[in-house]
């Protein structure tokens, strides 16, 4: 141990030093330990002031995210750069937002991104760097947080703040309920506030009921049900080129239309259907028809004429990107389908009556070139046995140097001989684009030039989405008229006149030339096109509307496209990248505004300018029109060809048929056979779908179509189709009516009537026609049979009276012969005309009464009729309607309007048929004592009958169970043959029977 010699050093043991050194040390140390403490107490004054600093700086922060809800603070970590410490506001403030939710906003920098209101971001939602993936963007849009500002009897208008939008314009989006469609929802988002406010009247509906959120949302419900939501911030998306909206449906909702119609039935599985008018899908209908799990019926309508993508969501969501600064969400209720189509036909305007000749069989190739060719054509037809033909298709090659309206004297002498001769119909093949010649202007480009027809090339600015150019194009019927469409507001808006708005031309590439456009919106183009079509193909003549897309072979024009800011936009927005190809310029301009906003509705224009210009000629006569592209609205004026694909099925024409016709569109039908490659049992399967279509056309590719160059045998069994199907004109006719003034679809899916029934939904390839038809074509070619599900209710077949209670299945063997694939609706009545080769001739034949009698023994239908051919047919009413009603063991058949008496309604009943009657007639009694006081307008006389008959009935026979298929029901039919009994169609009459005992 160490001690100390001198002094007490036990307070510092382990030191050596002596006791003066120590004592100095201690005082040393005591002073060095004060100036520690002061430094200390400095030090934590010091630590506070900086904590009550941060706190302050922490304060501002949160009060200037709260002020500036555009700068809202998204990720709350920070980043250090260097020694500088940045917000992630200002480095990556949108990284949280998932890559799927981010929508492009066209800013290239971070700062001007940030300026602009926007987002930035390099990485993914997880914090993963983007790296190459140009597929994400960079700078997108944040979600928005909107407040209900006003809420009054017209419901709830929420205003987005004006610092949440680049441009600083404030939108206005508004929810009401219209009345004047047949009460249907309306979510209106619009930028313009100088927008038009129509009549509109506080929520009030039995089939609904809207409720409210804030920051905005709805739900709207019915039957405790959720039909549609916007229910989060995230949902609406309103910036300066685009709206984007998020809808719930209910899970296990089933959805139909939109596009890619060869499939009726969507899935939400994330696709995307881009609504846009283009060669590979040619027709643009932003409409959903949907169904409930529980089989209730609901619509949406996107009301705006500009290009958009819907897209169906794994998640049962619908996600809509439309472009522009305004649009319309309308909402159907239904609860039935037929109450949605009409809810939504009450919008676009219902379907036009087409004339009867234009349900007659046309045919025609693509090759014939000349008036020999075409003789040659009808010697060939000349050589069948009764083939029905009402017309042929004259293809472009007829035009000469592929020049519509340049058929010279001698064409349209010939043509016009054969009109009279053969009473046969000419459907010309009419495309849009006039094409130039390198010697000299053709008449048509001279005349078009002088009166400024054409669209024009346009500038930089003419794209470019604003209020005053993105009016929405598709017609809208207006308040007080629920039966003429028009466009929203009235005529067609912001017209342009004079050269000096319109500029020059654009010149395109059709035919392999330098091609120019009509613009349809103008004024001076309906007279223009009027006389054209006058002059260059007389009076009688229906045309063929193709490649209105429009096509043009070029992506844009001749030379570079003027480009705009919103190009931007249009590449990263939309499914389909570039919307120019094969195509106009999106800056074309029109009369009506620019290309982006007309291109989906040009088809539609061009079919109403067409429909309008042949009215004239001749007078007061319908004419056919038919056309390659369709958008909603077009059916008014036009029917629809379905161009099937190479690798296209019977069931795919089915499918889209269907569509079509809940669309608003009835008047379609497939080409049929028109492909060399397809044998004769595919060309069957094809001609057997022509029962139920309203338009049956078969044009070839090349050379002769296939009913001419295939042999006898095979062209006898097309013919036997083809007589089946005209005997169906007069319910064909009678259809078409009742979509045109009661909103009746004429070919319906078996879901759309019996939406409950799970197993009708798996029978897609059956189709509803009309009120009393069910078709179930046998579409494999090669097939022996097929199994036919008859849903709810009584069924009897066409061809051996057989009846059936649904839902029962059965099978049908294949012999091509439609007949046996088709069954009668219990309750319902239909009249039939013998077949002739034109519609002319067969309306001079006898008709026949096909009655079914349901499980109460009861039926009851109206049919209609006219001359067919009468535009102002109705307005006149210059037309009949016959009701048949069956009760009490008596068919009677009465008058609710008699206005048309002359024609078919001269024609006798050949025969009167009654399915479904439980026992064998005895006796049958014929009382006519009706007057009729209507004047005939062919004859002007009156007729007055009074006379009652016994007869005998010989031909009622019995059905017996033992030949019948399994689940059939012994019935007995009654036939009544004109030898019996002597009625006119015009004539009201009552048949009465007795039954025998046992």
Known sequence: MVTSKSGDSSAYPGTSLPSRDITVLEEEEKDQNQRICGVKAKMMVAA??????IALLTATIVLITVVNSDRKLLGSETVAEGNTQRSEELTDSGFRIPVAQRVTCPMKSRDICNAAGCLYSVRDEGGKPLNGDSAVPRCFYPPHSYTLSDSSNIGYIPRIPANNTPDRVPYQISAYLDDHYRGSLALTISRNRDMKRKRRTAFSSTLYEVKYRNPFGFDVTRHNETVFSLKHQQDLHVMGQFISVEFGVPRNTRVFGLGRLQQLEKTFDDSVYTVWSRADERGAHPF????????LASGLYIHSSLPMDITLRRSSGLGVLVLGQSATFRFFMGPKVIDVIKQYWSCIGPPGRPSYRGLGHFYGSESVASVDDLEAMINKHDQLQQMPIEGLLLGEAMNPHNIPFSYDNTTRGQLAEWQTNNNLTFISTLPPAIVTLTTGKTLMEKSGME?????????????????????????????GDGESPNYRDGAIPSRREGRDHHGAPLQGMYAGRVALYPDFTAPATEEWWEGSLSEGYGSGFGFYLTNNMPFNELNGAVGVCQSAQSDAYLSRLLNVRNLQTNTLCLSALSSAGSHLTLHNTFALDQARVTQQALKPWPVCKLPIVVSDATSPGIGSYAGHLIQPTADGSPQSAIN??????????PFVGPNMCNRDTQSDSECLTWYSLSVVSPLTWSMASAGFPRILAGNSSFSERVANILKFRQALLPYHHDTLYRAHVGGAVPLRALQFDYPADNTAAKYQDEVLFGDAILYSPILAPEAAYRTTYLPDGMWCNWMDGACYQGPTQLRVVSDHAPAST?????????VTQNSATTTTLSRRQKVRLIVVLDGN?????????????TSNALETEYYSLVRYTVTNNSLRATFPHQGYKGGVMRQQYEKIIIYGLPRRVSAL??????????????????RETDNTRETDSTDSTRIRASCLSAGATAFYKLIVSDTNVVIKLGEPFELTWTFRDG
């Open 857 to 869: 023994g009861r039926a009851n239908s109206t049919r209609f009729f006219d001359d067919g051919e």
């Open 451 to 479: 009166d400024n027809v054409f669209i024009a090339r346009g500038t930089s600015n003419d794209n470019e989405i604003s209020p005053h150019n993105s009016t929405d194009r598709y017609p809208l019927t207006e308040e």
């Open 656 to 665: 889209q048929m269907i569509a079509f016709s809940f669309l608003g569109v």
């Open 48 to 53: 506070a002031l900086i904590v009550l600093l």
């Open 925 to 942: 009694w014929q009382v006519t004592n009706q007057e009729t006081h209507t004047t005939d307008r062919e004859t002007d006389s009156t």
């Open 822 to 830: 088709t069954f009668l609706r219990g309750g319902s009545v239909i």
């Open 288 to 295: 959903l028809l949907l169904l409930s799990e529980q089989g």
